[in-house]
């Protein structure tokens, strides 16, 4: 189980996923960022979502929860809903 710091909500789904970007703590000139999911479904999804939505790379510092979309119904991740 993750808990949101944020919202205080619960995220236990495989098909979750976060995205982070924030300051390098190692180097004040750069940034890290971090994509990472429960399982594969929701490390795709996090791969997915800064592929298919890349506006959101373009803030400072970024902090989002997302769940892994099969669209088609093929059973491949091909979207993302953003949680927070």
Known sequence: ?????????????????????TKNPFNQNSKILVLAGKRFKGTR??????????????????????RALDRDGDNIVDDVEFLE
């Open 45 to 66: 999804g996090a791969i997915i979502a800064i592929m298919k939505y890349t506006e959101i790379l373009e803030k400072e510092e970024i902090a989002k929860v997302i």
């Open 1 to 21: 189980e993750h808990i949101s710091k944020k919202s205080g909500k619960v995220y236990s789904e495989d098909v979750t996923g976060i995205i982070i970007k």
